[in-house]
């Protein structure tokens, strides 16, 4: 019998998109479940986004484009990058890729291979760990769930560091925690990087929903530090565009080559239509993040509220993203007719069962006491789902 790659043998299945495809099932057969699962906004990409691709279509924009994405896209990239984030690019540093997970992956694949080691702080994006397999190199996990808390410590990494390690994947703000670091923490993990020579692969996908302090890109703390990190970054979460599928990484020079050649011969350039888009987005007005942010954090408040006061649950306010880790823990061991309580999927299951409400198991993002709940849905389907949770735990309580 013929056999897969063994680049494969080690990978789990993507849970979370197990879920999606459930969540298609679920809609298909007219099943009323409120989606708290999903990690996209739940609001409309802004009009003049959606107008510069439908022009874009008009004007014939629709053949193939340099590797990297077009040059004027990757200027926009550069001053938003030194506009916002105080980190200076040229364009030729920057490649254009299909989403920040493309760009997450072709960073892997330009600088890991076997034997590399690549430390995680835990809980983690679940694609983290799998990504990390797939290009043959080893996730070490670094544990920051303490006392009920998710604080990220750099003596934490320093523990982790071997003469292996090649790469620390850092989230600011962090999915699923909502944790937002700040600039002393980077400045330490900063120094690690640069007295063991590793580089930081930063995710600041959600840079723009912060509640309580900003995000401050690492790679601008110092050029030692910017020399060792390879920021990522997209327009996925902060313009609603997550099927336009836009993602950019900006990074040393000879990294980004690396990343242009990989990109090269697996998906070329990116979508000719969501760069003319993604131009736009960068180009236009911010008002709608503004908006988008400052509801996210009227259903934060709401959610965190309602959270904390049903019996057997705790969770820690997030500072930024638009996620809560739940701890169900207490949960465990409880049962209801047919249903055993043994963890926090089975937990998920329950709560599904019994209450049409989806949220997602800690065991995809290394967090088994936990489950994520995703507030990027309307405050009326919060409110309803908030409701229908309370109801089902009682059962077991």
Not at 38 to 58: C, R, V, W
Not at 70 to 77: M, S
Not at 319 to 328: K, L, P, R, S
Not at 360 to 385: C, D, H, I, K, W
Request: glycine residues 6%; hydrophobic residues 40%.
């Amino acid at each position: 019998m013929l056999s897969l790659s063994e680049r494969l043998n080690n990978v789990d299945a993507n849970v979370g998109a197990e879920f999606r495809s459930q969540m298609e099932s679920f809609k298909r057969s007219g099943r009323p479940v409120i989606a708290l699962n999903i990690g996209e906004p739940d609001f409309k990409t802004p009009e003049h986004i959606s107008q510069a691709a439908i022009n874009a279509i008009e004007a014939g924009f629709t053949k193939y484009t340099s590797v990297e994405g077009i040059y004027d896209l990757r200027v926009a990239i550069c001053d938003k990058l030194k506009n916002e984030n105080q980190i200076e690019y040229s364009p030729d540093d920057i490649v254009v890729s299909t989403g920040a997970k493309q760009a997450l992956a072709n960073a892997l694949l330009a600088i890991c291979g076997k034997g590399d080691e690549v430390i995680i702080p835990i809980p983690c994006w679940g694609s983290y760990p799998e990504m990390v397999k797939l290009v043959q190199a080893t996730p070490v996990f670094v544990d920051v769930e303490e006392n009920g808390n998710f604080v990220l410590a750099a003596d934490k990494i320093r523990e982790a560091i071997t003469d292996n390690t090649k790469a620390l994947l850092l989230t600011n703000p962090h999915n699923p925690t909502g944790m937002v670091y700040d600039e002393t923490l980077l400045l330490e993990i900063g120094r690690l990087a640069i007295e063991y020579d590793f580089y930081i692969i930063a995710d600041e996908i959600y840079e723009y929903l912060t509640y309580e302090k900003n995000c401050v890109s690492i790679a601008s703390i110092s050029a030692a530090i910017k020399a060792r990190t390879i920021t990522i970054n997209g327009l996925s979460k902060s313009y609603a565009m997550t099927g336009w599928r836009v993602g950019y990484a900006a990074g040393p020079k000879a990294v980004i080559n690396g990343m242009r050649l990989i990109q090269s011969y697996t998906t070329s350039n990116m979508n000719s239509i969501s760069q003319k888009a993604a131009l736009a987005a960068l180009l236009g007005p911010k008002n709608s993040i503004t908006q988008m942010a400052q509801e996210f954090d009227r259903r934060r408040r709401y959610v965190l509220q309602r959270i904390n006061a049903m019996s057997g649950l705790s969770c820690v306010k997030p500072q930024g993203a638009f996620y809560i880790m739940i701890n169900v823990s207490q949960y465990f061991g409880k049962s209801y007719q047919d249903f055993f309580i043994r963890n926090s999927t089975d937990f998920v299951m329950f709560i599904l069962d019994q209450a049409n409400v989806l949220l997602t198991p800690g065991e995809v993002f290394q967090a088994p006491n936990y489950v994520r709940l995703s507030y990027s849905n309307s405050m009326v389907n919060l409110e309803r789902a908030m409701d229908k949770l309370d109801n089902a735990l009682e059962l077991l309580r």
